[in-house]
């Protein structure tokens, strides 16, 4: 009897091992945006996207881009990030965001103005249809506290970077403050009024008098 030798089972149990040996592939296409704010000069705004789906490989962005339609403004990213992605944020925000005190770090820094101040616009993640935020005009706050939501609704600025670290930023408009010389002539005008109340009431007294 001829025996013949098998070398299927071998070789798919091999196919098998390197298959559960291989790393898994790294993703892109699970982030959203989540949150955008800008106050009204536009030097101070952010873009918040999270990984919508607990998926932990939602790692490589890097060349991925996101476009603002309204002032065709896009921003590429230039490189991918750690593993650990699942319900991570990811924090784009300019250069004058970064500096306010109460923000937390940007992941991203992305230029000024990059969020039109004014009409409707359409954001969008790459080349995913189910990435995009399309919002009308006046939805988006420019009063430098307030943030519009993936939801459409607005709130307290809170943006979250991919570390996790949170906070809350006041860009909206500075009082003015009043120099030494307008405090000197604030209150001469008051010393001076009040004068003329002080002379106007014994005039009138004189008048009674008489």
């Known amino acids: 009897m001829k025996i013949v030798a098998s070398v299927g089972f071998p070789r798919v149990v091999c196919a098998a091992a390197a298959l559960m040996a291989a790393p898994a592939f790294a993703g892109s296409h699970l982030w959203r945006f989540s949150e955008m704010f800008t106050n009204a000069a536009g030097n101070i705004q952010y873009i918040e996207l999270k990984e919508c789906c607990g998926s932990n490989i939602e790692t490589a962005i890097g060349g991925k881009w996101v476009n603002s339609a309204a002032n065709n ?5 230039p490189n991918s990030i750690p593993t650990g992605t699942a319900n ?16 937390p770090t940007p992941d991203f820094i992305i230029p ?9 616009n359409t954001l969008t993640y790459w080349l995913y249809g189910d990435a995009t935020l399309a919002y009308a005009a006046g939805m988006l706050p420019t009063d430098g ?9 607005t709130a307290i600025n809170s943006p979250t970077n991919y570390a996790g670290q949170s906070g809350s930023v006041n860009a909206g408009p500075a009082t003015p403050a009043i ?3 307008g405090v ?19 005039n009138d007294l004189t008048v009674l008098r008489r």
């Open 73 to 77: 403004a896009t921003f590429t990213f």
């Open 145 to 153: 506290v307030n943030s519009l939501s993936a939801t459409g609704s």
């Open 184 to 202: 000197v002539t604030l209150t001469l005008l008051i010393l001076i009024a009040a004068t003329m109340v002080l002379l106007r009431r014994q």
């Open 88 to 103: 991570k944020f990811l924090l784009l925000g300019t250069a004058g965001f970064a500096a306010l005190p109460g923000a």
């Open 112 to 120: 000024a103005n990059f969020l039109p101040t004014s009409g409707s």
């Open 179 to 181: 120099s030494d010389w």
